[in-house]
């Protein structure tokens, strides 16, 4: 079954700091792997995505992920971290294989960046 | 451009109660989905809509029905409320059917059935 696990309910990290959210997942074949952010009383927005080629994938507000395959995760990183960047974080995960339009997400990581 | 417009952003229902959930998109795509946030258990999809004229069942369709009205408009159907129910509603579209497309998101509807 497919699945994706964001083992951190939560992450801490002080403002200036590096951050990384961690996401692993568990599909049939090759995945299409997403991130998302969810700001207070807010829709989810997207941040990256991972359909192919470079393994490291830059997205906007300069966040970038790397995806690693033999250990099938997709672990989102900033080099810097800012007070704005705190926020609901969703890793999702689509099979290329299956297709469809069945988008599993993990259940989210909360980010607090302290100034 | 507004992007992806839900209403009400926020209801009260007892139970047995029903409710249209409103969704529009300004940004001509052609696929739409709803979803329920619940915590601790991200986004599950309910129904989506490929293209206009076209509805199915997601994961979790149990309780509600959907009405593509046309390109623009999807709506979701609550026709005897549950306290189950109670959720975070996020409608989302995409330009099409690839796997690889990236959703936008609505800004949600808070239910909370009693």
């Known amino acids: 079954a497919q699945s994706v696990a964001q083992p951190e309910d939560q992450v801490n990290v002080a403002e200036g700091n590096p951050l990384t959210v961690k996401c692993t997942y568990s599909?049939?074949?090759?995945?299409?792997l997403f991130w998302y952010v969810q700001y207070p009383n807010r829709g989810l927005q997207f941040l990256l995505k991972?359909?192919?080629?470079?393994?490291l994938v830059k997205g906007s507000y300069g966040f970038e992920a790397e995806f690693n395959k033999s250990q099938t995760s997709f672990h989102l990183k900033k080099p810097s971290a800012l007070v704005s960047d705190s926020a609901l974080y969703f890793c999702?995960?689509?099979?290329?294989?299956?297709?469809?339009?069945?988008?599993?997400f993990g259940a989210g990581t909360r980010l607090f960046v302290k100034a | 451009n507004a992007g992806v417009t839900q209403t009400p952003k926020f209801q009260v229902l007892k139970t047995g109660q029903s409710m249209t959930l409103q969704c529009a998109q300004d940004?001509?795509?052609?696929?739409m989905y709803w979803y329920r946030q619940d915590p601790g258990m991200g986004l599950r999809l309910i129904y989506y809509?490929?293209?206009?004229?076209?509805?199915d069942k997601g994961e979790v369709p149990n309780g509600y029905n959907v009405s593509r009205l046309n390109k623009r408009e999807f709506s979701l159907r609550l026709e005897s409320a549950a306290p189950s129910q109670t959720s975070v509603y996020f409608c989302?579209?995409?330009?099409?059917?690839?796997?690889?497309?990236?959703?936008?998101f609505g800004p949600g509807t808070r239910l909370l059935v009693l």
């Open positions: 991972y359909i192919t080629g470079d393994n």
């Open positions: 599909v049939s074949g090759n995945p299409y």
């Open positions: 809509s490929a293209s206009e004229g076209t509805t």
């Open positions: 999702a995960v689509r099979d290329r294989q299956t297709g469809g339009f069945k988008t599993i």
């Open positions: 989302a579209s995409s330009p099409g059917a690839e796997t690889r497309e990236t959703q936008y």
């Open positions: 940004m001509n795509h052609n696929s």
